[in-house]
Each structure stands twice: as C-alpha cells, then as structure tokens.
C-alpha cells in the first residue's frame, strides 16, 4: 500500500538553523547568504526588548549541519534593542551584517573570519538628522555596500539611501524621496543598475544608474491595502532581478479579506508593471512574509508562509511554501511545501506572535535555500532547508500509480535502492524517497 504524501518534493529534510539550547528565546526575522559552501545566517528574536542580541549561525557544509552558533550583541550602544539584521557577503568573502538599534540608529559589522569575529563598526545612519530609522535592507556588488531605510521626524526624513566603497569603513548617504516613507526592498542587476522600491499607501518603485547618487521620479505598482494580525504585521516586499529588464515584485496584501501574496513583473527595467495578480497558489486563509529570487538562469522562486485559518491566532497551523515561475512571473508550479511539518506560532502572544517580519528564499547555480521561523520545538527557531534547482524546475505534480514504466528509488541521501515497474509491488520501510523515472525527473514519496 503507497500512501502519497504531503510534502510531495524534493526538498531537504529540515535541518534546525538555531542553537537555542535552553529552548526559551524566539527567533524571529532572519537572513542569509550562501558563499562557496558555507551558510551564514543571522536574526532578531520576539524578546528584543528585554534581551538584546542577533543570534549568529553558520554552516560549513551548505546547510547539512549549523555548528557554529552564538548570539552577537553589541554592548557598546548601551541599546537592547537589537533588531532587522540584513547579512551581504563581498568579492573578498568577507561578511558584512547591519543591526538596527531600536529607531536610533544602524550600524555596520565587517567579518574578515566568517562570522566568528567583528570589526571595522561603522555608522550608516546619520545620528545628526535626529529622525527615527527603519527596516534596513543591504545588497553587495564587489566592494560596494548599498543600504536603504525609512527615516521619520529628524531634519532629513524619507526613503534613504547610503553606499560604501570601502567594505563599510565610511558612508555616503542620499535621500530617494523626501515626502514619502515605507518598508524597502532593494535589488540590483547584473550591470549595477540600483531597484528600490518602499511600501507607502501605495508600492512606489524608483531605480538608479549611478550608484544611489541619483534616482529615477517614484512610479506606483500597485496601491496596498494590508491589516496585521497575529504573527504578521507588515506588507513586507520583495524585489529580484533578472537581468537589466526583467524584475518581479511581491508584498502582502488583504484586499480580499486574507492576507495574500501579490506580485506584478516589468519586463522593460521596471519603467512599466504588470497588473497585480495573487500569486500563492494557496489562497485559503493567511500567506504572508513572502520573498522571491532569480536564479541564474533565468527561473523565479518564491516562498511564503501559509496558514489555512482565518483570522490567524496562536492555534493557527503554519507550512511554509514554494513555487517557481520559468516564465518570469507570468505563471507559476503548483505549491510544494517546504517545512517537513506544519506548526503553531509559538512567539509570545505578548509580541502578538511575532514570528519576525521577513524571511528568505535564496539561490545559486545548484539550489534553493530557504530559511524561516518555525514554533515546532515549543517555540521559534529557525529552520533550513534547500532543493536542487534543476530538480524543483523539472518537478511536475502527478499521480504516481499512473504511470507504467521503469522507476528508480533512492534514499533521500542519494543511495540507489532499486527498480520497480509496478509501484504496487513496492514494500518499503515507511519514510520518504526519491524516485526517478524517464518522463519526469525526481519525486519525493512517502510510504
Ligand atoms: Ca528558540
Ligand atoms: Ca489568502
């Protein structure tokens, strides 16, 4: 007897990012970067204002084990509130992570040993201009470091803009849009053209040619229309580039009564938007804190958390999910869990189940990498988990007692098993496999 499962793809069992031994603190908003097989990962946690610390991890063997665990504070601002950490890795491999100080100011860390020290602290923000800043973002070309944020009040407020051109040590900061504040995403293509775009009562969206010196007039995607509710607070977008031309966007959006994922795409430099359209595949109840990813060849990925309850609460059950665009955002798979469970937002209900604000989906030439805030062990913990990317491109829902040919099973650590013609002949041990077949590449069942 075959019983087909439930997460029915070929991602990674999960693999727990965070080391939270006394199994107390709650992870929250997290990011990450994958260099040449390491992992490193950092992220809030729902108790920062009483425990002040960015929880540090790393991987060495792309993401099979997080050995390397502590909790990085930095007790010279005499601030507990540690919080929207952002991690970027330079041409040189060195790591640069960015820490928010409650509203008061954002600082910059350079890594010259992958993670285990930190050096070279700058300021980004401007302590002169007296405003409050928010949600950060950073990305990396080469030796250059950019960062966006939202400032209020102050004598300079508005979406803000600095860059380094020597790995942090110093900063030149700009102001994109002085009337307007928001939530930014920030991407940046292949010949260094500069996509920022910031959710204000509507999704503005704004590029740059010359490094963040000068910037495009603000268009609008989309209005937004989005209410928090527990475990989700903000519209947060998400911006990817392709190449010069081809970009995408999501955000969060309740315009329909839930939350749901919204994307829209540009396929000429972001000058024009398509009309919006939800892009989960899941629309029952909450998706929300959704984030997207080109790869290099050309595939758009995204993930998402999903609930099926309405309105959420700490009772609601979480997966996270998956799909993937070859189309540019155009048209997308069907929805393939990630998370090898589903889960109860465990974070404080004090915090209103603050499962952190954004999480993300990363790739490279071989795999997508997901990391996200999971309550399964009590409470919140970050937990990875990866997928071949020529496997989830070619992946295919069906229904395997159709087909009648030659399939191949595997373990899901690779190891060769043997070959069936007819699945009804199988007997397994109960657990998860890998089959192969002629018309469709790799499956991941559960007998
Ligand atoms: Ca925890
Ligand atoms: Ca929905």
Redesign the pocket.
């Known amino acids: 007897m075959i019983i087909l499962l439930l997460a029915d793809l070929p991602f990674y069992p999960n693999v727990r990012v ?1 080391n ?1 031994n006394q ?5 929250g908003e997290s990011s990450f970067v994958v260099y040449k097989g390491h992992i490193y990962a950092i992220c809030n946690i729902a108790e920062r204002s009483t425990i002040p610390t960015i929880p540090f991890s790393r991987s060495d063997d792309l993401g099979n084990s997080f050995p390397i665990n502590y909790n990085f504070v930095d007790n010279t601002t005499g601030v507990t509130w540690h919080t929207d950490p952002v991690i970027g890795i330079d041409d040189s491999g060195y790591i640069h992570m960015i820490v928010q100080f409650y509203t008061y100011y954002i600082k910059h860390y350079l890594s010259k040993d992958g993670g285990l020290t930190w050096s070279d602290t700058s300021f980004v923000t401007d302590l002169s201009t007296g405003g409050d800043v928010d949600k950060p973002w950073m990305v990396i070309r080469g030796e250059t470091i950019y960062v966006s944020w939202q400032e209020f009040g102050g004598t300079s407020s508005g979406i803000k803009f600095a860059r380094s051109f020597d790995r942090g040590k110093t900063w030149q900061r700009f102001v994109v849009d002085p009337l307007r504040t928001g939530i930014t995403a920030l991407s940046l293509s292949k010949s260094g053209i500069i996509y920022l775009a910031y959710v204000s009562d509507n999704l503005y969206f704004t590029k740059s040619y010359n490094k963040g010196q000068n910037w495009t007039t603000p268009i609008v995607i989309d209005y937004v229309s989005y209410s928090s509710g527990y475990g989700d607070r903000a519209p947060i977008n998400s911006i990817s580039v392709y190449n010069d031309n081809v970009l995408f966007i999501t955000w969060v959006d309740s315009r329909n009564g839930n939350w749901d994922i919204r994307g829209s795409y540009s396929y000429d430099g972001g000058n024009t938007w398509s009309n919006s359209y939800i892009v989960n595949k899941l629309v029952l109840g909450g998706q929300c804190k959704s984030w997207v990813s080109f790869d290099p060849y050309g595939n758009l990925h995204l993930m998402y958390y999903h609930t099926s309850s309405w309105p959420t609460s700490s009772s609601s059950k979480w997966s996270i999910y998956y799909q993937v665009s070859r189309d540019s955002g155009k048209t997308w798979s069907s929805s393939i869990r990630v998370s090898d469970t589903t889960f109860l937002d465990k974070a404080p209900s004090s915090t209103n189940g603050f499962m952190g604000d954004y999480h993300m989906i990363v790739t490279d030439s071989y795999f997508v990498y997901v990391i996200w805030s999971d309550g399964r ?1 009590g ?3 970050l937990y990875f988990s990866k997928a071949p990317i020529n496997v989830v491109v070619n992946y295919e829902k069906s229904n395997l007692t159709s087909y009648n040919e030659e399939f191949k099973i595997y373990s899901v650590d690779g190891r060769f098993i043997g070959k069936f013609k007819n699945l009804n002949d199988i007997r397994l041990k109960k657990g998860i496999y890998i089959i192969k077949s002629k018309n469709w590449i790799l499956k991941k069942v559960q007998f």
């Not at 199994?23 to 992870?27: E, H, M, S, T």
């Open positions: 965070s939270d199994q107390i603190i709650n992870q062990d409470n919140q913990n």
